[in-house]
């Protein structure tokens, strides 16, 4: 389910059931277990269909999130030494 | 994990609390327009722990622990990891096993 919303970045029930072998009622209740997982949001309208698509992030690792958070802090920390020794 | 990083600034322990734990001191670094910030823990000067979140950004912990250094302070920082959807996924397919 997830790789064919990484194929398709925005589908719906009907889509994600003619190409996966489960029924729509199957693919609705991946689809909520996804969302309450915070992995899978609804996308703005694109007409009647309701769409679904992948959270931005959502398959970030731990791993990943630790480099670009320690990144960040050296990026605050950098501007917030500059801050103090201004006022010192 | 949590993320870690700290830094020796040529300032006091105060100056450095006065920058992270003020609104205003924080306005002149932080640079984070899009996430609210809620202090926790308060122990001045030494001590200091928010919670935060973005509509992008799962909430994470925030500590600081501010310490004397020869320079004047060394400023330590952790970030505690967010719930990872895929960990947060793992966790709501072992519910539905049991």
Redesign the interface.
């Given at each position: 389910m997830i790789d064919a919303l990484l194929r398709e970045g925005t589908t719906s029930v009907p889509r994600l059931s003619a190409e996966l072998p489960i029924t729509r009622q199957a693919v609705a209740k991946h689809l909520a277990?996804?969302g309450?997982?915070?992995?899978v949001e609804r996308a703005p309208a694109g007409g009647r269909e309701v769409r679904y698509r992948l959270?931005?992030?959502?398959?970030?690792?731990?791993s990943e999130?630790?480099a670009r958070?320690?990144a960040a802090?050296?990026s605050?920390?950098?501007?917030?030494?500059?801050?103090?020794?201004r006022?010192? | 994990?949590p993320?870690?990083?700290?830094?020796e600034?040529?300032?006091?322990p105060e100056?450095?609390w006065e920058?992270?734990a003020t609104e205003e001191?924080r306005e002149?670094?932080?640079?984070e327009p899009d996430r609210e910030v809620r202090i926790e823990v308060v122990e001045e000067p030494s001590r200091l722990v928010w919670w935060w979140a973005g509509e992008?950004q799962?909430a994470t912990r925030v500590e600081f622990q501010i310490v004397a250094a020869p320079a004047?302070a060394r400023?330590i920082?952790t970030?505690s990891?967010?719930a990872?959807?895929?960990a947060?996924?793992a966790a709501?397919?072992a519910l539905?096993a049991v």
């Open positions: 277990t996804l309450a997982a915070g992995l959270r931005d992030g959502a398959l970030e690792s731990a999130w630790l958070t320690e802090w050296g605050r920390f950098a501007r917030l030494k500059d801050a103090v020794e006022r010192a | 994990m993320a870690r990083r700290e830094i600034v040529e300032a006091t100056q450095v920058a992270i001191g002149d670094w932080l640079q992008q799962a004047g400023v920082v970030e990891e967010p990872f959807p895929l947060m996924l709501s397919f539905v």
